[in-house]
């Protein structure tokens, strides 16, 4: 089983920045995708950014070409830089991490307990 742990977050102005980071780690075969989702208060959980293994990265619409996704698939970490936050990007943000028990195997999900964000004038 795989558990992921985020770290980061907090309270920031409008046009401001901030660095969420991801550790997964426990038993897997393979964990092929790592990413971030997040839930604003009354909203469904959405894709932030999203990186596996052989494919381009995904980004949510909305956050495209002001967060930027990183993976570190050494040490199976992963981190999302946002810049230029706005209001509308407050929301807990969770950790995902999809990983393989063993090869050719079902793919399971594993989610962070989730981090904080708030973008306040």
């Known amino acids: 089983q795989v558990q992921v742990v985020e770290s980061g977050g907090g309270l920031v102005q409008p046009g401001g920045s901030l660095r969420l980071s991801c550790a997964a780690s426990?038993?897997?075969?393979?964990?092929?995708?790592m990413g971030w989702y997040r839930q604003a208060p009354g909203k469904q959980r959405e894709l932030v950014a999203r990186?596996?293994?052989?494919?381009?990265?995904k980004y949510g619409d909305s956050v495209k070409g002001r967060f930027t996704i990183s993976r570190d698939n050494a040490v199976n970490t992963v981190s999302l830089r946002m810049s230029s936050l706005k209001p509308e990007d407050t929301a807990v943000y969770y950790c995902y991490a999809g990983y393989t028990r063993y090869a050719g195997s079902y793919e399971y999900d594993s989610w962070g307990q989730g981090t904080q964000v708030t973008v306040f004038s």
């Open positions: 426990g038993s897997a075969f393979n964990i092929p995708v």
């Open positions: 990186e596996r293994s052989g494919e381009s990265i």
